[in-house]
């Protein structure tokens, strides 16, 4: 059973900066690309930040040269690290990788159960 737990969402003022992590736990053969969505209250999920198993990142336009993705390997663990928070940014936080367990080894999406983010004075 593989599963995704975040950490780190809480309150900041604008102008602030939040780390988010999201730890993968279980019997775990591989894990592809790591990535992170939102989605603010009476809106789309949307996709924030994704993290290649090379490494390669691409952002959503409107965090882009804020927001960092990065992982660890060793540890199946994604970041985001989030600066110069606006109010806009405000949202649950959701994790997603695509992993592949050792019951079965082929690749599946898991998503971990969210984390608030709330910018505001």
């Known amino acids: 059973q593989v599963q995704l737990v975040e950490s780190g969402g809480g309150l900041v003022q604008p102008g602030g900066s939040l780390t988010l992590s999201c730890a993968a736990s279980g019997t775990i053969f591989g894990i592809d690309a790591m990535a992170w969505y939102r989605q603010a209250l009476g809106k789309e999920r949307e996709l924030v930040a994704i993290?290649?198993?090379?490494?390669?990142?691409d952002y959503l336009d409107s965090v882009k040269g804020r927001f960092t993705i990065s992982r660890d390997n060793v540890k199946n663990t994604v970041y985001l690290q989030m600066n110069s928070l606006k109010p806009e940014d405000t949202a649950v936080y959701l994790c997603?990788?695509?992993?592949?367990?050792?019951?079965?080894?082929?690749?599946?999406?898991?998503w971990g159960q969210g984390t608030q983010v709330t910018v505001s004075a």
């Open positions: 993290i290649e198993s090379d490494s390669s990142t």
């Open positions: 997603n990788a695509i992993v592949a367990p050792y019951t079965d080894m082929r690749y599946w999406p898991y």
